[in-house]
């Protein structure tokens, strides 16, 4: 069982930057980043294979968000920048003991307990 603890989140404005960080107990081969808004599902914001650094982002995020990793720490980050109000959510870290860049949260078998992220305008 791994276990991962998120760090960061807060109230920025408009326009700022925010960093997350998640730290897996264990060695996962790949970790993503989801967030709900209230009164809406889950969705997916962006995910890397651990090994190979490769990314994937939701098309709303394209471009501010970025997910990076630090494989000694078994550790990932999201930068985002260019915040909107309708980033605000929490944010939660997900990670899957399979390869691969998924999009759905069924196919990650661990969670974080999430993170508020408040955007005001």
């Known amino acids: 069982q791994v276990r991962l603890v998120e760090s960061g989140g807060g109230l920025v404005q408009a326009g700022d930057s925010l960093s997350l960080s998640c730290a897996a107990s264990?060695?996962?081969?790949?970790m993503g980043w989801f967030r709900q808004a209230p009164g809406k599902e889950r969705e997916f914001v962006a995910t890397i294979n651990m090994r190979a650094g490769s990314t994937l982002y939701a098309d709303s995020v394209k471009g501010r968000f970025t997910v990076s990793r630090d494989n000694a720490k078994n550790t990932e980050y999201l930068q985002m920048d260019s915040l909107k109000p309708e980033d605000t959510a929490v944010y939660y870290c997900?990670?899957?003991?399979?390869?691969?860049?998924?999009?759905?949260?069924?196919?990650?078998?661990?969670w974080g307990q999430g993170t508020q992220v408040t955007v005001s305008s």
């Open positions: 997900a990670a899957r003991n399979q390869p691969g860049l998924r999009v759905q949260a069924v196919q990650y078998d661990y």
């Open positions: 264990g060695r996962t081969l790949a």
